[in-house]
Antibody, heavy 116, light 113 residues
Framework: EVELVESGGGLVQPGGSLRLSCAAS????????MHWVRQVPGKGLVWVAH????????TYADPVKGRFTVSRDNAKNTLYLQMNSLRAEDTAMYYC?????????WGQGTLVTVSS | DIVMTQSPDSLAVSLGERATINCKSS????????????LAWYQQKPGQPPKLLIY???IRESGVPDRFSGSGSGTDFTLTISTLQAEDVAVYYC?????????FGQGTKLEIK
């Protein structure tokens, strides 16, 4: 059974950093592109970033470019999102998602709150 | 960026009736080389992550009930629930995966009348 489990969220001050993790199981992790999508509570879905199968290619949404870094460790079946210079507008639930044509499996999410 | 616009923002339908949600993209998401529309539909229930319902505009994901169907091409798409069940109450999103950034519609909240 495919499972994606995010962790690492929490409360952080503006300007701070967090690293999110997404532990994958039930499939051959290293053969899928992976994505991060975020959602402000009560609002819509916003794509954040993706990484290709071996981690050599990454793409970011403009609001996070230069501040966030997506990476993966295929030996550990884990996807990461390093978030630096956090802002209040980064407050959201962060989901990791597997790409099979499009986002066919999602984790339950981890909540990031940026506030002083 | 491709802007996805859904209509209506909210919808109330009686049990057993048809629900129709529309999605319009600011540019075509049809790839002429393979004749595929890079358009998906998701269902999100409160406290849950989104669930993929439809991809390639009209292909149901495995396990999705056949009362859900997708149609359309180019820039105009529709999600139809043929006979509404109580468990279909949710927010529905369309999404284009034609080009990065992979954008979503604003969502349509479906309720029981």
């Amino acid at each position: 059974e495919v499972e994606l489990v995010e962790s690492g969220g929490g409360l952080v001050q503006p300007g701070g950093s967090l690293r999110l993790s997404c532990a994958a199981s039930g499939f051959t992790f290293g053969t899928y592109w992976m994505h991060w999508v975020r959602q402000v509570p009560g609002k819509g879905l916003v794509w954040v970033a993706h990484v290709n199968t071996d981690g050599s290619t990454t793409t970011y949404a403009d609001p996070v470019k230069g501040r966030f870094t997506v990476s993966r460790d295929n030996a550990k079946n884990t996807l990461y999102l390093q978030m630096n210079s956090l802002r209040a507008e980064d407050t959201a639930m962060y989901y990791c998602a597997r790409e099979m044509v499009t986002f066919d499996y999602w984790g339950q999410g981890t909540l990031v709150t940026v506030s002083s | 960026d491709i802007v996805m616009t859904q209509s209506p923002d909210s919808l109330a339908v009686s049990l057993g009736e048809r629900a129709t949600i529309n999605c319009k993209s600011s540019q075509s998401v049809l790839n002429s080389s393979n004749n595929k529309n890079y358009l998906a539909w998701y269902q999100q229930k409160p406290g849950q992550p989104p669930k993929l319902l439809i991809y390639w505009a009209s292909i149901r994901e495995s396990g999705v009930p056949d009362r859900f169907s997708g149609s359309g091409s180019g820039t105009d798409f529709t999600l139809t629930i043929s006979t509404l069940q109580a468990e279909d109450v949710a927010v529905y999103y369309c999404q284009q995966y034609y080009s990065s950034p992979y954008t979503f519609g604003q969502g349509t909240k479906l309720e029981i009348k």
